[in-house]
């Protein structure tokens, strides 16, 4: 009797220390998964600045449009951040695209990024460069993000 | 076996009896309450993500309800602390209503639903840029959001000018877990978001 008593007390704690162990695994994996997601859309993010930094190198934005959509910047994020503490799968892509109304002061910028898991995420930012100012620098404005 | 022997076999279960509900009992409860820690984290994300989703690509935000069904604004209500209208290329109000503890979602038409349960604090704050250029951003005050000077969008809805200089919106909610029983076991859960408005004139 003693024995089989014990016997289904250690099965009910087995059960439960399962369901326990099961229920924190999941919501682990979910957390992860959805840590995972906000960092790849800030990998997106990053992608659009990065390309936006270079851009403003670039005397002649008629040079990019004319190449029609082309992928202006493939880079992981533990490269751009220049640092080991990031995780090395994040990394975007992103292409330029000339402005569909024929502005040429206007480029649409897409950033696709990917992270650990799947992980998918995409920005399109529109910008354009405004004439130049008293000292002849162009800034670059953002019409649209989303 | 005699009535003595019996008597001891039944006291023996008895205690070992005892002593397995008195380790499986609380051990119940902790298990409804890891179930229940995991479903409010999960309410905390789909707030989070739902916020700043459609925060990130703002183009402004009125700290008030707007709509067909009960627009603040033509009550003469300018702001209120637990209340965002988000517009974009949507409008959406997001609201904390009191008596029930939900997060609201309106969609400026009909449909007014409730979207996370169990909120029981949900506050916005707004930043813009200070008046000395590079530095950083600052709360305003909303005193500031209510005593004009007033302008009317595209709809006729007059709002007051200052919301156009909000780039930033700061908001802090706390959670608590489904069954008051369980309130012993998961503590409310309070986050902070600041989420940038991409497409607010200051973002240009």
New interface residues.
């Given amino acids: 009797m003693a024995l089989l008593t014990s016997l289904m007390a250690i099965l009910l704690m087995l059960a439960l220390s399962g369901g326990l162990t099961l229920t924190t695994m999941t919501e682990s994996s979910i957390a992860a998964n959805h840590r995972d997601g906000v960092q790849t859309l800030y990998t997106a993010e990053a992608g659009i600045d990065l390309a936006i930094s270079r851009l403003r190198t670039i005397q002649d934005w008629n040079t990019v449009a004319a190449a029609g959509t082309t992928t202006f910047v493939v880079a992981r994020l533990v490269d751009v951040v220049q640092t080991n503490s990031l995780d090395s799968r994040f990394g975007t892509m992103v292409t330029v695209s000339p402005d569909p109304n024929g502005n040429r002061d206007v480029l649409v910028l897409e950033s696709m990024a990917a992270g650990p898991g799947g992980n998918r995420r995409s920005v399109q930012v529109t910008i354009m460069r405004l004439p130049p100012d008293a000292q002849g620098v162009r800034a670059i404005e953002t019409i649209l993000w989303r | 076996m005699t009535t003595i022997e019996l008597l001891i ?1 039944s006291t ?2 008895v205690l ?2 005892g002593a ?1 509900l008195t ?2 009992t609380p ?2 409860a ?2 409804r309450a ?2 229940d ?2 479903d409010m ?2 309410r905390l ?1 789909a707030a989070a993500d739902a916020l700043t989703n459609d925060l ?2 703002a183009t402004s935000v009125r700290p008030y309800r707007i709509g067909a069904v009960r627009d603040d604004g033509l009550a003469g209500i300018y702001y209120r602390p637990d209340t965002i209208a988000v517009i974009g ?1 949507a409008m959406t109000t997001y609201y904390w209503k009191r008596d029930t503890l939900q997060l609201m979602q309106y969609d400026g038409g009909r449909s007014d639903l409730p979207m996370i349960d169990h909120v029981v604090r949900l506050t916005f704050d707004y930043l813009a840029p200070a008046s000395v250029p590079g530095t950083a951003l600052v709360t305003v005050d909303p005193a500031t959001l209510v005593d004009g000077p007033w302008t009317e969008d595209a709809t006729h809805r007059r709002f007051d000018m200052d919301v156009l200089r909000i780039c930033e919106v700061r908001i802090a909610l706390r959670l608590q877990a489904t069954a008051p029983s369980l309130r012993l076991f998961v503590p409310d859960d309070d986050i902070v978001l600041h989420a940038a408005l ?2 607010s004139l200051f ?2």
């Fill in positions: 076999a023996l279960s070992v009896l397995v380790v499986v051990v119940q902790v298990v890891q179930g820690a995991g984290h999960q994300r990130r690509v290329t991409r497409n973002a240009r």
